[in-house]
């Protein structure tokens, strides 16, 4: 057998598995055997044996099988109103996607002349793109629309005498724009809605604006500190302003008549922008009777596939044949890994609580903890969950971790929001590794990325980012 990363996880999976059994003899029969299925995921997870979605499908078949879960009830997190969430979400950025609109939108920014006059002012028109963009479609869709528009650029800033590569800065600051930016709202990364949907099995319900307001300074905070250190790699390349303003006139010049199916994708997308934050503006405005209406009726989930219906039904003029905004091709496009990884490791995630396993943990970990040292515990918190992150999916970190962080801060009486809410955007905060986010892997997909400068670039930015969320974590916790 060769010794590849599925070949070990196929080994490491049982072993450590066996292990757990055999040190966890005091246990519950519940809590031990979901202890021992979660082991054996997480190794899968973490080594891709299979896809990370059929982990989450064997992972509860197993506790269907055992006895551990009931087969009526085990998959129901796959009909949760967040997949519909998801869903709707992932074909809205489809439809930016095939009509064109996110490139349009880029090369908007980037013709713009305050961005053409350096080298850095161009890095941050891509990387203010990158990272609003991802607010609002999938980071990984960010970074793959963007790719193509970076190399054609990089070309032009790159030249042989150069010693430091501009374009490998450039293609670092667009994988970790979109993986910040992606913090900033409940639909921006998967571990975000994973984050909102344990909350809200604990009571605490946050709504869209909500999220924005806790979490956009987090990331604006964090996107400063990576647009400075990404200055100081790349004030001493060279850069030629002529040859970049020629080539994006030249790209420009492909997109100059906005076509129908761009404005209807618009259109819905801005519908759908106001929705969400609607019940949010009501609640903060005192409006109970709007907020409640908007909650009850216009909810994330219920917005997400409207939008999407809108686009299936609206046709772009003539230019797809008379059909729809969107087709049933564009269907089979989606993320439907993610999607079904949410529904199984939630499942998975839900086990954990209702085993016990999760108390049993808070309780191991409260009594090595004083929970006075708060931010101790915090740093402590999002640091190991960010390090967990840089080897596996950050989906499947925050489903197996964060009903465990949950067990923690009710063992120690604390308040869960706040801590909760640091977890998860911990979560979408590894820069090292290519395995660690979607945005990562794409750019180092591209070649012009070496692995040992993605390393050393990354773990810079993963000691900010952990200090970054303790303080706003903090600054919550006690404000």
């Known amino acids: 057998m060769h010794l590849t990363r599925r070949n070990v996880g196929l080994v490491l999976a049982p072993l450590l598995a066996l292990l757990v059994w055999a040190i966890t003899p005091m246990l519950a029969y519940e809590a031990r055997t979901v202890a021992i299925i979660m082991t054996f995921c997480l190794v899968f997870w973490m080594t891709e044996v299979i896809p990370l979605s059929m982990t989450a499908f064997l992972g509860v078949l197993l506790a269907v099988m055992v006895g551990v879960a009931d087969i009526n009830t085990a998959f129901q997190n796959l009909g949760h109103p967040i997949i519909l969430l998801f869903i709707g979400s992932f074909l809205l950025a489809r439809s930016m996607t095939r009509h064109g609109l996110d490139k349009r939108i880029a090369l908007f920014i980037l013709s713009r002349a305050f961005f053409q006059k350096s080298l850095f002012r161009l890095f941050l028109g891509f990387s203010s793109v990158s990272f609003v963009l991802s607010m609002w479609v999938s980071n990984s869709v960010t970074v793959a629309m963007l790719l193509p528009l970076l190399l054609g650029v990089s070309q032009l800033v790159n030249t042989p005498e150069q010693t430091r590569n501009p374009s490998t800065f450039f293609l670092l600051g667009i994988a970790y724009s979109a993986s910040i930016g992606g913090i ?31 979490a956009l300074p987090i990331s604006l905070s964090m996107y400063g500190f990576m647009v400075l250190y990404m200055r100081y790699f790349l004030k001493k390349c060279a850069y030629s302003q002529q040859a970049v303003q020629a080539y994006v006139a030249a790209q420009h010049a492909q997109h100059q008549r906005l076509r129908q199916g761009e404005k209807v994708t618009m259109g819905v997308f801005v519908l759908a922008v106001l929705l969400w934050l609607s019940p949010g503006v009501f609640n903060l405005l005192g409006m109970e009777e709007a907020y ?17 219906l809108l686009l299936f039904l609206i046709p772009p003029g003539q230019e797809n044949g008379g059909q729809g905004t969107l087709t049933a091709a564009d269907l089979v496009k989606i993320d439907w890994d993610t999607i079904l990884l949410f529904g199984g490791g939630m499942a998975l995630g839900q086990l954990v609580v209702s085993s016990g396993l999760a108390d049993v943990i808070g309780r191991s970990i409260t009594a090595l903890v004083d929970p006075e040292k708060r931010v101790l515990l915090v740093f402590m918190l999002v640091g190991i969950v960010l390090l967990l992150t840089e080897v596996s999916s950050n989906t ?34 590894a820069f090292m590794l290519p395995v660690a986010t979607p945005p990562n892997a794409i750019v180092y997909g591209s070649k012009q990325v070496p692995i040992g400068t993605m390393v050393r670039t990354g773990i810079v930015l993963n000691l900010i980012g952990v200090v970054v969320t303790t303080f706003w974590v903090i600054r919550y916790m006690t404000g």
């Not at 409940?186 to 999220?211: A, H, K, R």
């Not at 409640?292 to 999407?308: C, K, N, P, Q, R």
């Not at 964060?402 to 929001?417: E, K, W």
Request: aromatic share 10%; charged share 5%; with cysteine.
């Open 184 to 214: 900033s709202t409940i639909i921006g990364s998967p571990p975000n809605l994973i984050g909102v949907n344990y909350l809200e099995q604990q009571g605490i319900t946050i709504d869209f604006l909500q999220w924005m307001l806790l």
């Open 292 to 308: 409640a209406f908007m909650s009850a009726y216009f909810a994330e989930s219920t917005v997400a596939i409207l939008a999407a």
């Open 396 to 429: 499947a970190i925050a489903i197996t971790f964060v009903p465990i962080i949950i067990g923690v801060l009710q063992g120690l009486d604390l308040p869960l929001l706040y801590p909760v809410l640091g977890v998860v955007v911990a979560c979408s905060l």
